[in-house]
C-alpha cells in the first residue's frame, strides 16, 4: 500500500535505531549507509518494493546506483535491513515496557497501547515491514520470522503472569497474544495522519481493549 507522504529521517531512525543513537556508529561510512536505508523507505512507502529500483534508491540517497552497491548488494538486502531494524526496535520497546511495569495488567497496557501507538507514528514503516514481508529471501524470512516470535513471546509471558496472579482469564495463551499484536499492527495499515485518533489516542484506547478483552470477570 504505497503511501504519498514523504518518510522524515527522524522518523525512520525512531524506528529502526537504539535510543538516542543511529544504526551502525558514526563513521563516514555507517552514514551512508543509513542514508541510503532511509532513501529505500521512503523509496518503498511511495512505490512499493517491486516497483521500486536501485536507481529510485540511489537518486534518493544522492548516490549513483554503484554507490549504493557499495554497501547493500540489492534492494531486497536493504528490505529486510529496515525489516529486522524496525522488529528488532519494537521488540526491545515491548521488553522494556514489559519489565517497567508493577503488575501483569499495567504490563499488558503498556505493550499492548505502545505497540499499537508505534504502528501509528511509524505506519509508513509498519506498512514496508508488515506488507512487503513475502519479497524477502527465504533465509531473511526465517530471521523476521525469529524476531516475530520473541515479540509474541513477550506478550505471551506478560499474559502467563496475569493468569498466574489471577488478574488474567485466558484459556489459549499463545492464541490470545497473537490477537492482541494482530490488533496492534493492523493499526498501520488503517491510520492516516491528521486524524482525530491521534497515535496518543490509539496507545490509551488499544492498552485498554487488550486489558478488557483478558481481564479476570469472577
Known sequence: ???????????????????????????????????????AADAFAANGFPATTTRDIASRA??????????????????????????????????????DAATATEALRAIIGGFSRWHAEHH????IVQFEFRHLSEDHQVEVLGLRKEIDHVVADVLSDGVASGEFEVDDVRT???????????VARWYVPGARRTPEAIEAEYGELAVRLVRRTG
Open 176 to 186: 490470545t497474544a497473537l490477537a492482541l499484536l494482530s490488533m496492534a499492527i493492523d
Open 62 to 99: 544522492g548516490l549513483s546506483p554503484a554507490g549504493v552497491y557499495v554497501h547493500f548488494a540489492s534492494k531486497e538486502i536493504l528490505l529486510f535491513e529496515l525489516s529486522r531494524r524496525g522488529h528488532a526496535r519494537a521488540r526491545d520497546l515491548l521488553v522494556e515496557a514489559s519489565r
Open 1 to 39: 500500500m504505497p503511501s504519498t507522504t514523504p518518510l522524515t529521517e527522524s522518523a525512520v531512525l525512531a524506528a529502526i535505531a537504539p535510543e538516542g543513537g543511529r544504526p551502525g556508529g558514526g563513521t563516514d561510512a555507517s552514514d551512508t549507509a543509513v542514508r541510503i536505508m532511509l532513501a
Open 124 to 127: 509508513q514503516l509498519g506498512r
